[in-house]
């Protein structure tokens, strides 16, 4: 009996162990594109209704006719807009694939797909962003990036 004791003691114990303290972290897209006015690569987050209106302002900048801000309830959440600086081409794409609350931080996971490069491309510059909406707080926000290159199929 007291092997059996022993034994369930340490596998509680190796289990406790093994427990991520991850948190994943509920979120959804709210735009995603491949041209933004913020420019360098940056998280910019937007947790009331006036930050949210100078977010999307500073992202429509260049745009043409654009769409009025997307409504959101800043009451339960924030919007979260991360994006990959500029580059040369078209063909750059940027989708926030994760988050996770880690060690006092909101993280997120983002993957960049940068053109197949057999591909021709325009010679435009793009800026790949997404825009997310998540429940808020006030954690710090950090971005890990995953980067790809986009395959012919």
Same mark, same amino acid.
């Given at each position: 009996?007291? @092997? @059996? ?21 509920? @979120? ?25 209106? *100078? ?8 745009? *043409?006719?654009?769409? /009025?801000?997307? *409504?959101?309830? &800043?009451?339960?959440?924030?919007? #979260? &807009? ?5 580059? /040369? ?17 909101? #993280? ?6 940068? /053109? ?12 790949? &962003? ?8 006030? *954690? ?14």
């Amino acid at each position: 009996m007291r @092997f @059996f004791k022993s034994i369930v003691a340490l596998l509680c114990v190796s289990g406790c162990a093994m427990v991520d303290s991850d948190d994943s972290v509920a @979120f959804t897209s709210l735009v995603r594109g491949a041209q933004t006015g913020l420019g360098a690569t940056r998280v910019r987050v937007a947790r009331s209704a006036a930050e949210w209106e *100078l977010l999307w302002n500073a992202h429509a900048s260049q745009a *043409l006719g654009a769409a /009025p801000a997307p *409504l959101v309830d &800043f009451e339960h959440d924030m919007v #979260v &807009f991360v994006n990959d600086g500029q580059h /040369p081409t078209s063909g750059w794409a940027l989708e926030v694939t994760g988050a996770r609350i880690v060690a006092g931080e909101l #993280v997120l996971q983002a993957r960049v797909t940068a /053109p197949a490069p057999e591909l021709l491309q325009a010679q435009v510059i793009s800026t790949p &962003f997404e825009g997310i909406v998540t429940e808020r707080n006030a *954690l710090p926000i950090r971005v890990e990036y995953e980067r790809v290159t986009a395959q012919v199929r």
